[in-house]
Every structure is written in structure tokens, then in C-alpha cells.
Nanobody, 115 residues
Framework: QVQLVESGGGLVQSGGSLRLSCVVS????????MGWYRQAPGKQREVVVT???????NYADSVKGRFTISRDVVKNMVYLEMKSLKPEDTAVYYC?????????WGQGTQVTVSS
């Protein structure tokens, strides 16, 4: 069973930075798409960024230029670098890995941005 474990969330002031990490229990090359999603209180889960195995990356308009997804194929880690954070970025952030057949999620990590 694939396991994803996020870490790195916390409380940060507006304008600050955080780096989220996601450790994957299998080699990243197993997956077709990796990404980060978020869910704010009272809202539906939304995509933050996805990166396909061919390198195509798509960011939500709200985070373009501020967030960056990256990976470490040796450590089987996926990262989300977040800069210039805004209060509206406050949410639980989820790591997601997809194969053609399955969709895997972590348990989420809370990011809170104070104004």
C-alpha cells in the first residue's frame, strides 16, 4: 500500500515562506502525476499544482510565481516551496500521487498564514 506523509506546515506571517515535504513509500517513477492540493475551512479541495512524469507543470493562478513544486528521486520526496504567503493560502495541504489506476493521498499538513 502506497503511503504519503506530509510535513512542514505551520503558522507563518503574511509574506513569509514555508517548504512542505512529502515522503513517498515507493519510487516516484511509479507515478504518472504528482501534485499538491489544499482545502480551506468550508471550501472544497482545490488543486495547487500538478506535475506529470514528462515534466509538464500546472499551477493554480492564485499561486503562480509564488509556489514551486520539486522532487528528489533519490529520497522519494516531493516538495512544495511557498513564498510570499497570504492569509488566503491558509488551508490543509495534501500531497497527491497518481498512477493510471490509483490515486493516493497523504493525511495533510496545516498551513496558517496570519495577517
Amino acid at each position: 500500500q502506497v503511503q504519503l506523509v506530509e510535513s512542514g506546515g505551520g503558522l507563518v506571517q503574511s509574506g513569509g515562506s514555508l517548504r512542505l515535504s512529502c515522503v513517498v513509500s515507493e519510487t516516484i517513477f511509479t507515478f504518472n502525476v504528482m501534485g499538491w492540493y489544499r482545502q480551506a475551512p468550508g471550501k472544497q479541495r482545490e488543486v495547487v499544482v500538478t506535475r506529470s512524469s514528462d515534466g509538464r507543470t500546472n499551477y493554480a493562478d492564485s499561486v503562480k510565481g509564488r509556489f514551486t513544486i520539486s522532487r528528489d528521486v533519490v529520497k522519494n520526496m516531493v516538495y512544495l516551496e511557498m513564498k510570499s504567503l497570504k492569509p488566503e493560502d491558509t488551508a490543509v495541504y495534501y500531497c497527491n500521487m497518481k498512477t493510471y489506476r490509483n490515486d493516493y493521498w497523504g493525511q495533510g499538513t496545516q498551513v496558517t498564514v496570519s495577517s
